[in-house]
């Protein structure tokens, strides 16, 4: 049964989504409703995607599908009382994922809480994000700024939850001007990264990048070398799994390396591009046959 919370969701969030939990969505946006709904129904209540879901839930319907509806009391003026939201919160009875998920972020509440130096911590990866050379001003490449962001952070051996903290560092302009009005305090990094996409990618940047992606074939006489590394930068944003990653550079590779190519073959991109390579060299000798046979002079017979 579809969550009616789904029907909310415009087509192209909904290929984000796919696209975020490896989900393959294709059809009219009736059809990938129905994919997607059967899917949450599958796993809202799996570790890693239920909190993930819940918060999609909360974000496209007022109420959650995961229990039953929180009864919000107000008082006289309309306003809602706090205290029975927050007793109504206490009262909900989680799947036992979602319980263990929550205690784990208790407690990893208190390790912080306990850490001897945690603002010494964040005071070195806000020193360390100073002396970067690359700022954002609004106007660049956005998702190039945030991978330089997550590669130089793991060159210099931070904790990327920290780094949003740092942001104010990295940005200038209309970015700065963004971050300090919609300031959310995130907590991780994904949190800040999916907020900053919504802000400074266009509502349809995926959607669009996956059908450029669809559309990207091997050229006829491209090196596979070179295709499949053009392939993986230009799906590099939609953060594919490395399975859909090698089935889409397989499936838009040259139709006789396909039919080369036998499944069980296949089960990584690096048996893929050493399949190529054979692959290639076939192709090679065959057309120095081809141009042997074509120079070979042609005996003439007589009467």
């Known amino acids: 049964m579809v969550r009616s919370w789904i029907y909310n969701i415009k087509k192209e969030d909904l290929i984000q989504y796919g696209i975020e939990f490896d989900i393959v969505l294709t059809g009219t946006v009736d ?7 059967e899917w949450v129904e599958a796993n809202e209540r799996r570790m890693p995607h239920a909190n993930r879901l819940e918060a999609l839930a909360r974000k496209h319907d007022r109420q959650s599908p995961f229990k039953d509806p929180i009864t919000i009391t107000r008082n ?19 799947a036992s994922t979602s319980g263990e998920a929550q205690r784990r972020s208790d407690q990893q509440k208190q390790e912080e809480l306990s850490s001897p130096n945690p603002v010494r911590d964040y005071a070195a990866v806000a020193k360390q994000v100073r002396e970067w050379s690359f700022k954002f001003d609004g106007n660049s490449k956005p998702l190039e700024f945030l991978e330089q962001v997550e590669w130089s952070a793991e060159t210099y051996g931070l904790d990327l939850d920290l780094v949003p903290r740092a942001m104010p560092e990295l940005l200038n302009g209309t970015a700065l001007k963004w971050y300090i009005a919609n300031n959310e305090h995130w907590r991780t990094w994904t949190s800040f990264a999916t907020s900053f996409q919504e802000f400074f990618l266009p509502r349809d940047y995926f959607t669009k990048l996956l059908e450029e992606v669809t559309r990207r074939k091997q050229g006829v006489d491209e090196p596979f070398k070179r ?15 490395k399975e859909r990653e090698r089935q889409q550079v397989y499936s838009c590779s040259l139709p006789d390396f396909r039919a080369f190519v036998r499944p069980y073959q296949n089960g990584s991109l690096i048996e893929l591009m050493q399949l190529a390579e054979e692959f290639e060299e076939l192709e090679r000798g065959r ?5 042997h046979t074509r120079k070979k002079p042609v005996t003439a017979h007589g009467n």
């Open 31 to 37: 059809a990938i409703r129905k994919e997607f709904g």
């Open 227 to 241: 295709y499949m590394v053009e392939m993986q930068t230009l799906m590099r944003p939609l953060r594919f799994s």
């Open 287 to 291: 057309e120095r046959l081809r141009q």
């Open 76 to 94: 006289e003026d309309k306003e809602m009382d706090r205290n029975a939201i927050t007793a109504a919160l206490e009262k909900l009875d989680f």
